[in-house]
């Protein structure tokens, strides 16, 4: 019976740093966005920085948000447009439509309701070309899903599951913005990255 009472004793020092360790590493919804978002950033910095510039986690002015500001993951700049980025992480099986308002995401079965990000990032580019003064058309609309997540539809066509986003960016040859406009705009944005 001492024996067993002695073992109880020194095993609990060593099962509360177990418990302790394991909830350390229960991550937040944010912890795994943030997680998301490091990924495409480390993707994004390989890119010629000749030619494009990359601003991450940008807030701009958005009247029509909630708090007044739209957060955007991602946005490289060139002559060959303004390539805005949504960066989703997700596990589970995703079920889609381009135009649907809302998608659905199964993890078990548990079913999650989420907006449809390819209309949730026009949002970010109707607000950018506004703040930037710069039209619609010169925007491309990139969603990048980060996590295990398997989609059961069709994947829309600008969606990315893998880092082809970054050869998609690069298939731009035509300049569709100036030097100077280039210039004002990447002055504008480096302002909001500092104002954080």
């Not at 495409?40 to 910095?45: C, F, G, H, K, R």
């Not at 504008?188 to 104002?195: G, V, Y």
Request: charged share 25%; aromatic share 12%; proline share 4%.
């Amino acid at each position: 019976m001492v024996e067993i009472i002695l073992i109880i004793l020194i095993s609990l020092p060593f099962i509360a740093f177990k418990v302790w360790i394991d909830r350390k590493s229960i991550l937040t919804p944010k912890d795994i966005g943030d997680r998301g978002e490091d990924l495409v950033n480390y993707d994004l910095s390989k890119l010629d920085q000749t030619l494009y510039n990359v601003y991450n986690d940008i807030n701009i002015p958005n009247t029509k948000a909630e708090l007044g500001l739209a957060q955007i993951d991602h946005i490289v700049v060139s002559v060959f447009g303004i390539f805005v980025i949504e960066t989703k992480n997700y596990t589970g099986w995703i079920f889609c439509s381009p135009e649907r308002k809302y998608w659905t995401q199964v993890v078990y079965s548990e079913k999650n309701k989420l907006y449809n990000p390819i209309k949730q990032n026009w949002g970010h580019i109707y607000a950018l070309s506004d703040f930037l003064q710069i039209p619609r058309n010169k925007f491309k609309n990139i969603v990048c899903f980060v996590g295990d997540a398997e989609f059961k539809t069709d994947i829309p066509a600008d969606v990315f599951t893998d880092s082809s986003y970054i050869d998609y960016i690069t298939t731009f040859k035509n300049n569709v913005l100036t030097e100077a406009e280039v210039e004002s705009i990447n002055s504008m944005l480096s302002l909001e990255e500092e104002s954080e």
